[in-house]
Every structure is written in C-alpha cells, then in structure tokens.
C-alpha cells in the first residue's frame, strides 16, 4: 500500500473521531416509567376583627384610650371579611359663644398603641377591612341621626348648624395603587340622606384603610361645624348628636 493511501484512511479515522468529540451526534434517553400526581389548596374566610392601626402610620397597631368611657365610649370593631374597624367620635369641646358665623374644628383623637400603652394624638379616622377575596369593591356611607341637640331635656336643636368632613387621606401597607377615593362631605342635619366617605371600586380596596380627616397641619382642621351668626344656642348645656357608619359591599 502506497504512502498516499494510508494518508487518506488515517484523515477518515480522524473524521470519525471528531464527530463523536464534538458532540454532533446526540443521544435520547428512554423513559423507563411515567406517574401523575396532584396539587391542591383551599381558602377558607377570616371572620375575625381587625385591629385599628394608626392613620399616620399603619405600620402601628391602636385602640381607644378607654372604650367604656361614657364621654368617649367605643364600639369594638364589626367582625367579617369585610368590615369597619374603628370610628372616631368627633369632640368639638367647649366654644365661647361669639356674634357671627362660625366654624368650629373638631379635636384631634387620642388612641393607645397597643405595644407601648403611651397615648398620642392622631387624625379623627375610620379604618375599613377588606379580606373577602373577591376584589370586588365597597362603599362606605355617614348618616347623621338628626340635629345637634341639648342634653338637659330641653331638646333645643342647633338650628342650621353643618357638619362637615373634608375628603379622607387613605393610607395602608396596601400599595397606593388599590386605596379607595374619597369625597368631600357635608351631612344632612336631618338625617334624611347618607353622604358617601370612601368607595372602592371594582379591584380596589383590598387590604385594611385607614381614612383619616385632614393630614399633617391640616389634620385639625379636617372635621368641622359651622354655625350661623343667627342660630340660638343655649349656655353651659352639651348639644350632641349621633353618627351611623354603614359599609357597603359593592362600590355601587
């Protein structure tokens, strides 16, 4: 056999060995056997309440200073997926007696955070909870029940007197992007008409919200009573009213 042969069968054997070192060839596994299995979750309804957390900071869990306080009593938080946690009672205090018209602004609120006991000063509020699920939105409404009214028996009203609430700031660990809007509202004296607070829409208001009435320096100034210069007003007697907050379970 010549030299130029054997040249030739050894760049065949070359040929043969660099195709299986360079991969080009690849090779199927067989499958020896096949299983199926399955996954599954349920999700059950939390019914419990929610605790009210600060307007300021939600990151701060709150309660009233004294529930069972006559002058500043509370009721606790409604139950259920969907629900109202905590609502401030609007305190106007005592105001001097003056010949014009007159807003009066209502007092901060005080609560107790609930890991340290100290009291401190915050927004007058309402806190909603939504956990249903079923992002399906709410609303939430005020009715007041009636005129302003003394509380010596006479039943003397605050003639023409409004009471007024500017449009909630929202504010939750929620993202931003899910708070509820909020509207201006003045009430109807005469409790013949609810005013809408807050209303989530369709994909909105998932999350626990606290709603606060005023922010920052303006935080004082965010619930109001005007007065007109010709409205009677009794001496050293308490006028008061009563509030009725109703949640909603579709923003419609």
Request: cysteine-free.
């Amino acid at each position: 056999m010549g030299k130029q042969m054997k040249s030739k069968k050894w760049w065949a054997i070359l040929g043969v060995v660099s195709t299986f070192v360079g991969g080009s060839v690849s090779v199927s596994a067989a499958t020896a056997g096949s299983m199926d299995s399955i996954t599954d979750t349920t999700f059950i309804q939390d019914t419990t309440t929610t605790s009210p957390l600060d307007p300021t900071n939600p990151n701060t869990p709150v309660g009233p200073v004294d529930p069972t306080n006559p002058l500043d009593p509370h009721e606790p938080g409604t139950a259920g997926p969907l629900s109202i946690n905590y609502v401030s009672n609007f305190h106007f205090g005592s105001n001097v007696i003056t010949p014009a018209t007159t807003t009066y602004y209502a007092k901060l609120d005080k609560v107790k955070v609930t890991s340290t006991g100290n009291v401190i000063d915050v927004p007058n509020f309402v806190q909603v909870t939504d956990k249903r699920g079923t992002n399906a939105g709410w609303k939430l409404t005020v009715m007041q029940n009636g005129q302003f009214t003394t509380q010596d028996g006479t039943a003397k009203e605050l003639d023409n007197a409004e009471l007024s609430l500017v449009a909630g700031t929202p504010k939750s660990l929620t993202d931003t992007s899910y708070a509820p809007t909020t509207s201006v509202a003045t009430l109807d004296p005469v409790g013949g008409a609810s005013s809408d607070i807050a209303t989530a829409a369709d994909k909105k208001g998932m999350g626990t919200w606290s709603i606060a009435f005023g922010e920052g320096a303006a935080s004082e100034t965010g619930v109001s009573l005007k007065v007109p210069i010709d409205t009677a007003k009794v001496a050293n007697v308490q006028y008061k009213t009563s509030l009725t907050w109703n949640l909603e379970d579709t923003p419609n």
